[in-house]
């Protein structure tokens, strides 16, 4: 069940944060330009833009620009993605309930 909750969580806060880079992309290209030369990233695949477009989403650095539509977007998406991390700790609590050692077993039961 709890499993369940990190998938029905992950599924829109991936969709929500796709669409918030791919809209800040389309509608403010300086923004997004600029993004991509902070030199302080480091990215696995190398896509700086995407990276510094997830901090800047994440980190709430979103909520200074004058595109209405993308704030809200950018609420959503951020709304989502604790959503999520919150599902993840619950995941990990009742893993470790369950599935633990029998001193924590013990408290579920």
Same mark, same amino acid.
């Not at 969709?15 to 389309?26: A, C, D, T, Y």
């Not at 993840?88 to 039961?109: D, E, H, I, K, N």
């Given at each position: 069940?709890?499993?369940?909750? !990190?998938?029905?969580?992950?599924?829109?806060?991936?969709?929500?944060?796709? %669409?918030?880079? %791919?809209?800040?992309?389309?509608?403010?290209?300086?923004?997004?330009?600029?993004?991509?030369?902070?030199?302080? @990233?480091?990215?696995?695949?190398?896509?700086?833009?995407?990276?510094?477009?997830? %901090?800047? @989403?994440?980190?709430?650095?979103?909520?200074?620009?004058?595109?209405?539509? @993308?704030?809200?977007?950018?609420?959503?998406?951020?709304?989502?993605?604790? !959503?999520?991390?919150?599902?993840?700790?619950?995941?990990?609590?009742?893993?470790?309930?369950?599935?633990?050692?029998?001193?924590?077993?013990?408290?579920? %039961?």
């Amino acid at each position: 069940m709890a499993f369940g909750l !990190v998938v029905l969580a992950a599924i829109p806060s991936g969709v929500l944060q796709h %669409r918030f880079v %791919r809209s800040l992309e389309k509608t403010l290209p300086a923004i997004w330009a600029e993004l991509g030369t902070q030199k302080k @990233l480091w990215t696995e695949d190398g896509n700086k833009h995407y990276a510094a477009a997830q %901090r800047f @989403l994440i980190w709430g650095e979103y909520k200074s620009l004058s595109d209405e539509a @993308l704030v809200k977007m950018g609420d959503r998406s951020r709304t989502a993605f604790f !959503v999520f991390i919150a599902s993840l700790v619950v995941f990990g609590f009742c893993a470790a309930l369950t599935q633990g050692t029998p001193q924590l077993s013990c408290l579920w %039961r």
